[in-house]
């Protein structure tokens, strides 16, 4: 299974981004997809994520109200977008998907946000 990240860049603070994973086969083949990231010298962290069967999501607090998840089932391809951008956003953004025994991520793609 690969997980390929894109839609990183570069934006001004109060810009959008979208972010795109797509997979190799089914996202149906994962209990849960989602988006985590990593800004420089910190721990990666879970920004969101999304459960397959259901479609429940969740938000790590920093991003409610900003980021949503969504997925498009017929293009195997789980989308993050980002509103309202903030520096603190600033990071390298990684795509997970899990299922029972295993996790496989993606290469990140970089996000910056100007101030």
């Known amino acids: 299974v690969q997980l390929q990240a894109s839609g990183g860049g570069l934006v001004q603070a109060g810009g959008s981004l979208r972010l795109s994973c797509a997979a190799s086969?089914?996202?149906?083949?994962?209990?849960?997809m989602g988006w985590y990231r990593q800004a420089p010298g910190k721990q990666r962290e879970l920004v969101a994520t999304?459960?397959?069967?259901?479609?429940?999501?969740n938000y790590a607090d920093s991003v409610k109200g900003r980021f949503t998840i969504s997925r498009d089932n017929a293009k195997n391809t789980v989308y993050l977008q980002m509103n309202s951008l903030k520096p603190e956003d600033t990071a390298v953004y990684y795509c997970n998907g899990r299922r029972l025994l295993a996790s496989y991520w993606g290469l990140g793609t970089l996000v910056t946000v100007s101030s």
């Open positions: 999304m459960a397959i069967d259901g479609g429940s999501t």
């Open positions: 086969g089914s996202i149906f083949s994962f209990i849960a």
